[in-house]
T-cell receptor, first 115, second 113 residues
Framework: DTAVSQTPKYLVTQMGNDKSIKCEQN?????MYWYKQDSKKFLKIMFS???????INETVPNRFSPKSPDKAHLNLHINSLELGDSAVYFC??????????????FGSGTRLTVV | QQPVQSPQAVILREGEDAVINCSSS?????VHWYRQKHGEAPVFLMI?????EQKGHDKISASFNEKKQQSSLYLTASQLSYSGTYFC??????????????FGQGTTLQVKP
């Protein structure tokens, strides 16, 4: 029944490692997003895909690479993890952004801790 | 570019009312409101589009003044379940086809018995 599911929920890893976060939505939405929420709860957009096409790519280090194999999935791969990457990463999806009449549905988040 | 929310935090007793404001320096196309409880994902409350509309959702309503680039969220007769952090997310003109939202810093609301 989960609308937007992310895995894993918690991720603890050492500096320099490479890790991936997976996201899947079963709402039939065309657009998916990655947001980063820091320790001060600030939500900042990182990437967005619309039907497998990258449409938003904010100023994010090249170590972060999104991939969307189909419109229901959006994964985030992070290379050479740094301490500053520690945050909660939220996947979200929305329907018909052209009309902007529907809100985001967020996943439950992945708490990444880099040690 | 980030909208500014006020107040940063508010403490209420059950049954009291609260207003949370969201102001942007950019022309807005839309304003979204979300509530996030501790350790959980933000949950969508409502959207307001340009045109100065007002919406209601049970005892939670909101207004959008396009000219002032401001939105306000009104919580009346607050309940314990209203506790959480409220975020406004602004859609700027030109971003309507991407769905990009820029979120405010959040307002923490605590409702006490």
């Amino acid at each position: 029944d989960t609308a937007v599911s992310q895995t894993p929920k918690y991720l603890v890893t050492q500096m320099g490692n490479d890790k991936s976060i997976k996201c899947e939505q079963n709402l039939g939405h065309d657009t998916m997003y990655w947001y980063k929420q820091d320790s001060k709860k600030f939500l900042k957009i990182m990437f967005s895909y619309n039907n497998k096409e990258l449409i938003i790519n904010e100023t994010v280090p090249n170590r972060f690479s999104p991939k969307s194999p189909d419109k229901a999935h959006l994964n985030l791969h992070i290379n050479s993890l740094e301490l500053g990457d520690s945050a909660v990463y939220f996947c979200a999806s929305s329907q018909r952004p052209e009309t902007d009449r529907y809100g985001y549905t967020f996943g439950s988040g992945t708490r990444l801790t880099v040690v | 570019q980030q909208p500014v929310q006020s107040p940063q935090a508010v403490i209420l007793r059950e049954g009291e009312d609260a207003v949370i404001n969201c102001s942007s320096s950019k022309a807005l196309y839309s304003v979204h409101w979300y509530r996030q409880k501790h350790g959980e994902a933000p949950v969508f409350l409502m959207i307001l589009l340009k045109g100065g509309e007002q919406k209601g959702h049970d005892k939670i309503s909101a207004s959008f003044n396009e000219k002032k680039q401001q939105s306000s969220l009104y919580l009346t007769a607050s309940q314990l379940s209203y506790s959480g952090t409220y975020f406004c997310g602004t859609g700027l003109h030109g971003s309507s086809n991407t769905g990009k939202l820029i979120f405010g810093q959040g307002t923490t609301l605590q409702v006490k018995p």
